[in-house]
């Protein structure tokens, strides 16, 4: 399931902004064609021209996307079950539903079969793409008051004792990439959670794996890897 909706702020008309020799979007359905272990590509959109780009680029758009599922603050989670459901009515009733978001073009098709293969191994009920945190580590987080003074955010550690970064433990956070879920999970979705089961497994991206644009930058810096590595980012 990709969904791609036609009303970014961040950057206006990311999905179908061209990034190298194609329009976002058709980056994720790309990646999803590799992909061996995905059966079928469907694009979640209230849009009509980018329905029209899915299909040229060999997604599937059997249903409309409900505009209220298209606001700034619906949860992916909730447009991910409203198209599993849709795809239950129209008889196609996915055992794994894996959401796939656009503004990660740089996932490998073999990083999306390996979450799919963690969830039917049964050893997992969610498998989710994780990123290395670095730079903006939870330790380093500061409240800043409105006189400009600042203290650290975590009050219960001693977090000035981390004077550089290789002392700061491994910590990751979810990159927005991949979702992979049993269908129970959605089905069961209270609307309060991330629906990630009680055995949720991670798959760890590296750098280039993880680019997400939500910013202009973020897609200038999608645009510099493009140009600089065609053959990366074409794998």
Known sequence: MISARGGSKGVPGK?????????????????????TRVNRIVLST?????????????AETPFDRPP???????PLLAVTKHGMEAMDALGYRADIVVQLSPTCPFV??????RSIE??????ADSAVTLKRIEHEHPYRAKVLQPDATFGPF??????ERFQSRQELPELFCTSGAVYTRRRQLLED???????FGRTPKGVVLDDIEA????????????????????SRSAS
């Open 154 to 159: 975590l009050q219960d550690i001693d977090v």
């Open 118 to 123: 963690l969830v039917m191994s049964g050893d």
């Open 189 to 195: 979705w209270s609307g309060h959670d991330f629906a």
């Open 68 to 74: 209220e599922l298209a606001a700034d603050l619906v």
């Open 15 to 35: 999905n179908l902004r061209r990034l190298g020799d194609r329009p976002l979007l058709a980056h994720a359905i790309r990646i999803a064609q590799a992909a």
């Open 211 to 230: 680019v997400n644009i939500d910013r202009l930058i973020d897609f200038l810096f999608a645009e510099f890897l493009i140009a600089h590595d065609a």
């Open 46 to 58: 209230e849009d009509a021209t980018i329905a029209a780009v899915g299909r040229e680029y060999g």
């Open 108 to 113: 490998r098709p073999e990083t999306i079969d």
